[in-house]
């Protein structure tokens, strides 16, 4: 059995109104991660120690965090990854307001998504079902294996230094977008809310989104430039107006427009 | 309602601001560099107007040939890879992985990931003053015309001397070059969405299997465009200052045949 070793942290303690990074030490063991780490001292020393997490398996994206400055899920990152002289800094997504020490509000996400009108698909066909090749959905899998860590709108600089989190949809809402606009059964025209309500002109491409994905979605490549393609399509590519004036162009799309959300009200 | 984010003064912001420790500015600053030199020496080039044809040989930066004596007496000299440089220039500009390396690299916006900027809120990203950006597809319609003038300066390397076939070392260079730019021009991000990318039921498509087919051929080459758009302008690089040391005589274009 490998020998056991002492692990230094220095861990985000506060909340809204400020907070300072504590130092523990933890024992190490093969094939811990560092939320094993923030659960030892949660156990050991810091019962108070506030962390979201749940599978512990990389499948639900709860324990995100950053690592060492770097976007990541707690429960991905092995203990032996970093050089063992050095302390590990863990601290909550800077791009979310913060709750308690790990912990961060990322209901901003959840109003957005909110704001993406849902998938319609076009009529069933005669025997009742509806039929699609899978060429025509290779693409849209990709973005399903999103675990909506977060992580991608985190790093996104749109968010996290221009504070545009309620007013730009972010990677992981591209990338949702994208998946509606290329599905073959989808009937509805999203365009014009992605260029104007979603704001994908405010990427940049610096693709920091795609590095820290830890379901390596090829979110930059696969998804936004695709829909910044698509945008451009449709509002600033003068050749392909003039053909559509001619030629009709591809089948319409009814246009989307932005759901009306009703707030939940009531007592609890 | 929406709730403000907070940014606590121990998480690190402002210019450069990270709680990173590797080397994050090794890359923007190589970029730097790299792109700086290239757009030095291409402009020092465009200016000296001389020393690049030779023989059957046509540097890069100034294919096609341009008559540009209709600039003469101008205040400032015009020469050929002036009005050339536009094409591929602002291809480059507008391509998808260029954006990353100068907006990191020149703009610091941002310089890294989760690396701090001039904080500002008046961002506006490419919806503002670079909306240009949109226009790629265009600057890609040139760019492949281009390609069909460096592969024929490829082939006058190896047909177009008088005195029959020759394969040089230069022939080579201008063979290097168009595949490079062949492959760079061919993995664009746009080529991609051209091709295919844009069909949504490719089952059900004109001509949508074979569409598929191109796409994912394209999307293959896509994945190394980064490594295309470096290699290509090292390329371009290169053939112009192997075609000018040839035409100076600095070296000797040795004949394999």
Known sequence: MAAERKAQLKVYRGDKEGGELKDYEVETYPGMVVLDAIHDIQAKQEPS??????????????????????PKLMCMTRMTSFPENEPITVTPMKSFPIIKDLVTDVSSNFRMAKKIPAFRPRPKEADGTWRMQQ????????????????????????????????DFAGPRFLIALAGLDMHPLDTLDRRELVKDEFKVGYCNITRCCTEVCPEHINITDNGIIPMKERVADDYFDPLRWVIRKFTGGPEKKEKAHLPVLQEKTGSK | MASKSVHLPVLQSGLGGTLRRDAWWVGPAITFVLLSAFIVYSTWRAFENANFLYGPYLSPLYSPLVDTSWAKGWPIPVSGAMIILIGPGSFRFTCYYYRKAYYRAFAMDPPACAVGEPRGHSYKGERGLLIFQNLHRFTLYVAIGFLFFLWHDAIKGLVGWQDGVHLNVGTLVLTMNAFLLSGYTLSCHAFRHLVG?????????????????????????????????????????????????????????????
């Open chain 1, 135 to 166: 060429e025509d959905i290779d693409r849209i899998q990709e973005f399903r294996k999103c675990i909506e860590c977060f992580l991608c709108q985190d790093t996104c600089h749109v968010i996290r230094d221009h504070g545009k989190a309620e």
């Open chain 1, 49 to 70: 120690l506030a962390v979201r997490w749940n599978c512990k398996a990389g499948r639900c994206g709860s324990c995100s965090a950053e690592i060492n400055g770097k």
């Open chain 2, 197 to 257: 990318g844009n069909v949504n039921s490719y089952s059900t498509a004109t001509a949508g299997m074979l569409r598929y087919k191109i796409w994912q051929k394209v999307s293959k080459l896509n994945m190394n465009h980064m490594a295309w758009a470096w290699t290509s302008l090292f390329g371009v690089g290169l053939t112009d200052f192997y075609i000018r040391c040839v035409c100076t005589g600095a070296i000797h274009d040795m004949r394999f045949f």
